[in-house]
C-alpha cells in the first residue's frame, strides 16, 4: 500500500477534536507541476497549429502586410480601391475617430489580404506538389519544366517547416480510372495464368469494366471529393481492425538493434538510455520540431499524419472490429518483468528523468522479489490469440474495479516495456542460428510478455541487446523506423555510457518506486488465458525465420551496374522463387503513398510479363547479351511500376475500395471476389535508413542495424524484408511456416544467395569472388 499512498495528495482523520488534514507537499508539488507541463504543452499545441496554419506564410508576415498597407494609405494611396472605405462604413463602433476607424479598417482589410495570399499560396503549392513527371524522368537528365518545377517549390514551400507545416498543402490520392486499373490488372496476372484461365479472368474484367465498375466508381469518386483520402480509413478498418485472427505474427513487425555491437551489456543501463530517448522524441514531436519527412534528395514532402499516433495509442479489441483509441499524454510506461506490470513514471519535477535515474527505477524492478498476482503472468497472451475471446474477456473481466483500473494503465502508457531474461543477438559460438532466435522473439517472445496492442512494445534483454515490436493498424514501419533511429543514435551517440557501461549522471535516491499493478483473476478468465496462449503458441511455434547478412556487395556495387538496387533485388527475388518452387507467384512489394494526404501503402506487383521472361531465360541458359537485354527490360518495367504505385496509379488499392463499396451496395462482383482472393506468396517490404546522418558509419562502420522484419502473409508463402547498410552490405529477414512442407527459410535464403551472384556475374562479368582485402574489409568484429 506505499506505492499507492504515495499518489495521494492529502490525508483526513475525523477525530473527537475535529478533522486532522494531513497535506503531502511533495504530492501536491507533483500535481502542480504536472499542471504546468500540461500548460505548457497546450500553448505550443495553439502555437504550432497557429504556424502550420498559415504556411507557408509565417505570422510575421500578417505585421508586414499591415504596415505596407498603412504605409501606402499615408502617401495618400488607396491599394484596396476602395474596399476600405466600404469596411469603414460598415465598423459597427460610431463612436471612434475618423482617422482611428481608418486605422482599423486598413488592419481588417490587410488581415483578410493576408489570408487571401496564404490561401493562394497554399493552393499553388497544393497544385506544384500534384506533379510527379519528375519522377517518371531518366536519373541525372532533368528536363527544363522539373528544373522550373523545382524552383517555385522552393519558393512556395517558405522557410523552417514545422512537422505537420505540409499536411494541409499536400494533394488528395487521385481516383484513376477502372479501364487503366483494369486493363494494368491483366497485365500482372499474365505471367500467372494458362491462356485458358487468362480468357476467362479477361471476360469477368471486360463484363466487370463496362457494367458495375461504372456504378461503383461513382460512389467512389463522390467519396473521394469528400474524403481527404479515399482508401486510408476503410484500408486501416477493413484489413486491420476488422481482421479476428491473432494480431501477433499475422500484423505485428519488429525491428533490431545494433548488429554487431551492443553499446552496454548492463540490461538496466541500456533500456534507461534508450526510454529517455523515445521521450526526448516525443517532446521534439509534440514541438513539431522533428523535420518533415522528404523524399531522399528531393525537396518533396511527405505525410505525416501517421507520427500522430506513435505515442499514448492501444488497439482496443472488439467483437465485430476493434478500434484504434489515443490519448493526448501519459507520463509513465508499464514494464512487464517476470510476470508482473510496473507502472514506471518518467517525468519527475515537471522534467523527464535522466538515464541514470530511470536505469536506478529499472533497477529496482529487476531486483524486486514480489510474485505475480493469480493469473497475472501470461495474461499478455489474450492480446496474442483470436480477437473475439479478447473483447469479450475484456468485457467481462476489465470493465470495472481494480481489473479495469490497471488495464487503463497499461492501455494508456507512452508505451509499453518487457524486460526479458533472454539473451539474443549475434553470439560467437552461434552467430546464424543466434540471428533467427533473436527475430522470432521480437516477433513473438513467449507470446505472453509482450503486450501487442500497444502501438510498439520495447524488448531489453539481459545481455543488453533491445528491440521493438510494433502495431500494424494505426501506422506502417517507416514511421516506426524513423523513431527507432533516433533511439539508436541518440543512445550510442550522444547518451552514450560510463566506463562501467551505466548511463551517466548522478540517481535522486528519493524517487517514488515503480509501482506494480495488481489483478483480480478470476478461475474462468485463467481459462481463458490458457486457451488464448495455446492458439498463439501454436502460431508461434508454426513460424520459421532466417535473418542473415550478404556482405559480397550491395547497392554501391549495384548502382554501379546502372540498375535501381531496389529492381534489383526484386529480380534476384523471382529468380530465387522460381528455381526454389519451379514456378511463379503473385508478389507483394510494398511501396508508400504519402506524396498524398493521409496516404500509407501501395502494392507494386513485381512478377511481370518481363521478369518473367528473364528469368526463364536465365534458368534456361540462353546467352548472357539475351539475358542482359532482357533484365534491363524487367528492371525498367519493375521501376516504372513502382513509380505509379507511389503516384496514386496503382491497382490494389482501387480494387479494394471498389470492392469495399460493392458491399455496401450489397451487389456482388465475381471479378473483385476473385481478385482479393488471391494469395501473395511472396510478400517483400524494403526497409529504407531514413536518417544515416545521424551514424557515423565512416569511423564508426559497426554501428549498422539488422534491420527489421515480419511474419508470412499466406500460409505456403514467404515474407521477405530486406535493407541496403551503407554501400556494401545487405540484410535479409525471411519468414515462413513450418506446417507448409514448400517452404524453407534458410532453404530460400540460400537461393537469393545464389541469385545475387549469378546477376552481379551477368551485369558485370568482370566482377569476381570478393578478394581477402575486400572481405576483411567487410567483417567487422563479432562481439563477444
Known sequence: MAEAHQAVAFQFTVTPEGIDLQLSHQALSEIYLSGVRSWKKRIIRVKNRVISGVYP???SSWLFVVIAILATMYTRSDPSMGLIAKIQEH??????????QAVMSAVLFSTLL???????MR????QLLSYHRWMFEQHGKMSTTTKIWVALVRIFSGRKPLLYSYQGSLPNLPVPAVKDTVKRFLESVRPLMDDAEYERTNNLATEFESSLGKRLQWYLKLKALWASNYVSDWWEEYVYLRGRSPIMVNSNYYGMDFQYVTPTPIQAARAGNAIHAFFLYRRKLNKEEIKPSRIPGTVIPLCSAQCERIYNTTRIPGEETDTV???EDSDYIVVYHKGRYFRLRVYQGGRILSPREIEFQIQRILDDTTSPSKGEAKLGALTAGERIPWAKAREKYFSSGLNKRSLDCIEKAAFFVTLDDDEQGMMADNTAEGLDRYAKSLLHGNCYDRWFDKSFSVVFYKNGKSGINAEHSWADAPVVAHVWEYVLATDSFQLGYNAEGHCKGEVDSSLPRPQKLNWEISSECEEQISRSLAVA????????????SFRE????????????????????????????????????????TRLFREGRTETVRSCTSESSAFVRALHGGEPADVCRRLFRAASDKHQQLYRMAMTGAGIDRHLFCLYVVSKYLGVESPFLKEVLSEPWRLSTSQTPVQQAELFDLVNHPEYISCGGGFGPVADDGYGVSYMFLAENMMNFHISCKHSCSDTDAHRFGNQIKVALRDLLNLLDPLSKEPSKKEESKAEVKKEK
Open 57 to 59: 506564410a509565417s505570422p
Open 91 to 100: 465598423l459597427p463602433v460610431s463612436k471612434m475617430s475618423t482617422q482611428y
Open 114 to 120: 493576408w489570408l487571401l495570399l496564404i490561401f493562394t
Open 123 to 126: 493552393l499553388c503549392l497544393k
Open 325 to 327: 483509441q489515443h490519448w
Open 537 to 548: 503458441q501454436a502460431l508461434a511455434d508454426d513460424v520459421d525465420f532466417h535473418v542473415f
Open 553 to 592: 556487395f550491395g547497392k554501391g556495387k549495384i548502382k554501379k551496374c546502372r540498375v535501381s538496387p531496389d529492381a534489383f533485388i526484386q529480380m534476384a527475388l523471382q529468380l530465387a522463387y522460381f528455381r526454389d518452387r519451379g514456378t511463379f507467384c503473385l508478389t507483394y512489394e510494398a511501396s508508400m
